[in-house]
């Protein structure tokens, strides 16, 4: 794929690393490891804009408006984008990809709705910068790598049809996330796929706010209805969310919105039936 496809050129590259707290270097593991950590501690994995009726748009600029001009996080298809176009601008050999999030083996699995982001630099290396529960640092595309970093264990496995399946290691057991696939991507697709994501009655990202960030010491997720705190080596911390609790995760969580869309966010999260 050429850049011009992904029109990368258009990324203010010098603020988004400001953002992250980074200068531009060589591509290099340890550059690459950084700048994904930096990525996924920065901006939050939210649908905000979905909930709110504002499907977000996933071409560069629009996302680099969010992101590096407002602070803001979003899904996969944002994060990825903008990530990806990133480690382009800096030299980095970079492919997309499309998943599919859930397990097969319980009837979860959803449509090619998750976006990856993999690069090669002396072998392949899964970055997933956009998912709920995202690596830190990217993970080697190999049948049966894993990885622990800082506690948070993940594995990649390849699977009888060539596809990777990604599993996170949760409450004693290995929990399948996302499976990818090899098939080419180009920017129609990423588009089709937050049509669907942002728009159709029946996705969850329609019925089920997600606002989630890896902390310092911890990783938390809120929905419009629980709270979840998950720390390395530690049962997770699972409970309701509290009559008017949701404005404090968004100070904890440094969620940039306007008045208006806190506003709107707050109103919608206390009209929503708990059970949805």
Request: hydrophobic share 40%; with cysteine; aromatic share 8%.
């Amino acid at each position: 794929m050429t850049n011009d496809l992904w029109q990368v050129d258009e990324l203010d590259l010098d603020g988004y690393l400001a953002r992250l707290g980074l200068p531009a270097r060589e591509p290099s593991r340890k550059a690459l490891d950084e700048l994904h950590e930096a990525h996924v501690r920065t901006f939050t994995f939210d649908n905000i804009d979905v909930v709110l009726d504002r499907p977000p748009g996933v071409d560069l600029k629009t996302v680099q408006q969010k992101f590096v001009g407002r602070g803001r996080g979003g899904y996969c298809f944002e994060h990825s984008t903008i990530f990806s176009a990133a480690l382009e601008r800096l030299g980095y050999d970079v492919r997309r990809h499309l998943g599919r999030v859930g397990d097969p083996a319980d009837g979860s699995q959803a449509g090619r709705t998750h976006m990856v982001v993999e690069v090669n630099l002396d072998g392949r290396l899964l970055c997933d910068v956009g998912f709920g529960m995202s690596l830190l640092r990217p993970i080697a595309l190999e049948d049966g790598a894993s990885d622990d970093y800082l506690g948070w264990e993940y594995r990649v496995d390849r699977n009888d049809y060539g596809a990777w399946e990604m599993r996170r290691w949760r409450d004693g057991g290995w929990m399948m996330m996302h499976t990818t696939d090899e098939l080419p991507v180009i920017p129609v697709d990423i588009v089709m796929g937050n049509h669907f994501t942002a728009t159709f009655p029946d996705s969850i990202f329609r019925r089920t706010l997600m606002l989630t960030r890896h902390l310092p010491d911890r990783h938390v997720t809120v929905t419009h209805a629980t709270v979840a705190v998950r720390q390395p080596g530690a049962p997770t911390e699972y409970r309701p969310l509290r009559d008017g609790e949701f404005a404090d995760w968004l100070r904890v969580l440094e969620v940039p919105l306007t008045p208006d869309e806190e506003a709107l966010l707050l109103r919608w999260v206390a009209e929503r039936p708990p059970e949805e």
